[in-house]
Nanobody, 120 residues
Framework: QLQASGGGLVQAGGSLRLSCAVS????????MGWFRQAPGKEREFVAT????????NYADSVKGRFTISRDNAKNTVDLQMNSLKPEDTAVYYC???????????????WGQGTQVTVSS
């Protein structure tokens, strides 16, 4: 089970930190990803981190602004979002995959989503 939290309303240029708590064993065997879905748009890749945390990838739209990290001792994965823009407004989902991938089709387990709204 994946439980995302930390969303909210923030002004452009502000920051938010999302967190995803994962229940179950073998957390470090799974790559973790963050995706987002804006109204009327498809769910898109944001960031991913491998099971051991050594490999990380970001969507071009968030590079340099967002940072993904994980704590395998606590079964959590975070997304630090800085310099937020109105176009970052979306529901953000954490997901788990046996494969390190930026394709949402590779992710087997999904959290419920948390709303991020960035006002201009």
């Amino acid at each position: 089970q994946l439980q995302a939290s930390g969303g909210g309303l923030v002004q452009a240029g502000g920051s938010l930190r999302l967190s995803c708590a994962v229940s179950g064993r073998m957390f470090s065997n799974y790559a973790m990803g963050w995706f987002r879905q804006a109204p009327g748009k498809e769910r898109e890749f944001v960031a991913t981190i491998s099971g051991n945390g050594r490999s990380i990838n970001y969507a071009d739209s968030v590079k340099g602004r967002f940072t993904i990290s994980r704590d395998n001792a606590k079964n959590t994965v975070d997304l630090q979002m800085n310099s937020l823009k109105p176009e970052d407004t979306a529901v953000y989902y954490c997901a788990a995959s046996r494969y390190y991938s930026f394709s949402r089709d590779r992710y087997d387990y999904w959290g419920q989503g948390t709303q991020v709204t960035v006002s201009s």
